[in-house]
C-alpha cells in the first residue's frame, strides 16, 4: 500500500515546487510558450489532471471558496488517485493483482515506457535550446536544475513500468488473495484523513475570516456615498447617471477622481471616489432628456444650474448618505411618422435617431428605436430636434443600411404636430435584411 502513496507524496512535492518557484520559461528567449518548454512538468500535470479536474469542479460549484481550495481539495485526491493507479498497475513490484490479456497489458506498459522516455528526451532537448539560447548560460542552467527532481521522476516512473513489462512477458501473475494493508494500516490512514480534513476546514474558516476583516477595513478607509433619485411624484428611477463632478483649485490639473453610477430599480445609487476633495453631485449631468428618462439635469440638493449646487467637501475615510435627489418628469409627445421609399412605396421596418438641439455636444438621444404601433415616436416636449432614419438592406452576405439626411422639427407642446412627418430614403426598396 505505502509504495503507490510515496508516489503520490513525491508527485504532491514535486507540483508544490514547480507551483511556487517559476521555472524557466520559453519567452525568455523569444519563443512562444507551450509544454513543449517543460515536457517533464506538463506529463506531471496531466498525469495528475483527473483528481484535480475532480477539485476544480468542486472549488466552482462553491462561490466563496478561497483561491487555494481546488489545492486543499486535490491533495487527497492525488493520494487516491496514485494509490488506484500502483495497486492497479502493480508496477511488478507488490506482487498482487492477476494480469488477465496478457498481450493487452504488455502493449500498454510498452507503450508507457516509449511515451515517458520520449517525454524526458523533449525536455533535456528543450533545456539544452534554452541553455544555448539563453544571454546568461549560467542563470539558465541553474533555472534548468529546477526542473531535475521532475525529470528523475520520471526517469523512475519509467523504470517501474519497464520491470512491470519485463515480469508481465516473463509470466508473473501475482496472488489475488493478497491484502494491500493490514486493519491497523487502514485504520491509521483514515485517522490521517480525518485530521487533514480537520485542519483544512479550520484553514478555509481562518482565511475566510482574514478576508472578511481585510474587506470590512478597505470598505472603512474608503470614501462611500450613497443616495436616491426619485421623481416629482416618489417614485424611483432607474438608469439615471449620477456623477461627482470635482471643483479643482486654480492651477491643478483636471483628472477623473471617480467612475459615475447609476440607480438600480430602487432608485438607489453608490459612489466610490479614489481621493477627497471638493465636488458637486450632478444627476444626468450632461445627458439631454430621453423617452426612456424624460428629465433635465438636477444638482445637488435641487438646483438646476451647477453655480447654485452644494459644494461637498469630503475627506477620506468618509461614508455619507445624501438626501433624495428629486426630477421633474417632462411631458412626451406623439410625432406621427411615415417613411417611403422615392418611388412612393411605404417602408414600415426602419429606426429613428434623435439630436437634442439644445445638446449640441450630444450626438443623439438614446438609442435608435422604431416607431410605436400607431405610427408615432415618442419625445420630451419643448425642445428642437435633428432626426434621421436608417433601415436595413441584405446585400448577399453583407449589411448595407441606408440613412436619410438630417431634418430638423420643434415640439413644443403634445399637440404641436398633427400631421405625419413624411420623410423619405433615397433610392428604390430593397430586400429587407433581418438576424435570424
Known amino acids: 500500500m505505502w509504495l503507490p502513496i510515496v508516489v503520490g507524496l513525491v508527485s504532491i512535492a514535486l507540483m508544490a515546487q514547480r507551483f511556487e518557484i517559476p521555472g524557466w520559461s520559453c519567452d525568455a528567449i523569444g519563443q512562444q510558450i507551450d ?5 517533464a512538468d506538463f506529463t506531471l500535470e ?10 476544480r469542479q468542486v472549488e466552482n460549484s462553491w462561490r466563496a471558496a478561497p483561491h487555494f481550495f481546488s489545492h486543499v481539495v486535490g491533495l487527497p485526491l492525488i493520494l487516491l488517485w496514485w494509490w ?13 493483482g492477476r494480469y488477465r490479456h496478457r498481450r493487452t497489458w504488455l502493449g500498454v506498459l510498452i507503450g508507457s515506457v516509449l511515451l515517458s522516455l520520449t517525454v524526458l528526451a523533449w525536455s533535456l532537448w528543450q533545456g539544452a535550446r534554452v541553455w544555448s539560447f539563453s544571454a546568461n548560460p549560467f542563470l539558465a542552467s541553474i533555472e534548468d536544475f529546477r526542473s531535475l527532481p521532475v525529470r528523475l521522476w520520471l526517469l523512475i516512473l519509467t523504470f517501474a513500468f519497464g520491470l512491470a513489462a519485463l515480469l508481465v512477458a516473463r509470466g508473473r501473475s501475482g496472488q489475488v488473495d493478497v491484502k494491500l494493508a493490514k486493519p491497523s494500516t487502514l485504520r491509521l490512514a483514515a485517522l490521517g484523513m480525518g ?13 475566510q475570516a482574514m478576508e472578511r476583516q481585510q ?7 474608503q470614501i462611500m456615498i ?10 424611483p428611477i432607474y438608469g439615471a447617471e449620477v456623477e461627482l463632478v470635482p471643483i479643482f483649485a486654480k492651477g491643478d490639473t483636471p483628472h477623473d477622481v471617480a467612475d459615475p453610477a447609476y440607480t438600480d430599480e430602487n432608485g438607489e445609487y453608490t459612489l466610490r471616489p479614489y481621493e477627497g476633495g471638493k465636488f458637486i453631485l450632478s444627476v444626468q449631468g450632461d445627458a439631454p432628456p430621453n423617452t426612456q428618462l424624460p428629465f433635465l439635469s438636477r444638482f445637488y440638493p435641487d438646483a438646476t444650474d451647477p453655480k447654485q449646487a452644494k459644494t461637498l467637501d469630503i475627506a477620506t475615510a468618509q461614508h455619507l448618505t445624501m438626501n433624495p435627489i428629486r426630477l421633474q418628469r417632462l411631458e412626451l409627445g406623439k410625432v406621427p411618422v411615415s417613411v417611403i421609399w422615392s418611388d412612393g412605396t411605404p417602408e414600415p421596418d426602419v429606426f429613428f435617431s434623435f439630436m437634442n438641439t439644445s445638446y449640441p455636444k450630444v450626438s443623439a438621444i438614446g438609442e435608435m428605436m422604431p416607431a410605436d404601433p400607431d405610427g408615432t415616436v415618442s419625445l420630451p416636449v419643448g425642445f428642437g430636434y435633428l432626426g434621421t432614419v436608417k433601415t436595413d438592406c441584405a446585400k448577399g452576405e453583407s449589411i448595407e443600411s441606408v440613412f436619410t439626411t438630417g431634418w430638423t422639427f420643434s415640439l413644443k407642446s403634445s399637440n404641436t404636430i398633427t400631421k405625419p412627418l413624411r420623410i423619405v430614403l433615397p433610392g428604390n426598396p430593397c430586400r429587407k435584411w433581418h438576424s435570424k
Open 35 to 39: 509544454w513543449h518548454c517543460d515536457g
Open 46 to 55: 496531466l498525469l495528475s489532471a483527473p483528481p484535480m479536474a475532480v477539485a
Open 84 to 96: 488506484f493507479i500502483g495497486t492497479r498497475l502493480d508496477f511488478g513490484l507488490l506482487g498482487v
Open 195 to 207: 485530521l487533514y480534513c480537520i485542519g483544512a476546514a479550520w484553514a478555509v474558516r481562518q482565511y
Open 215 to 221: 474587506l470590512a477595513e478597505y470598505q472603512r478607509r
Open 226 to 235: 450613497q443616495g436616491r433619485v426619485i421623481d416629482d411624484r416618489g417614485f
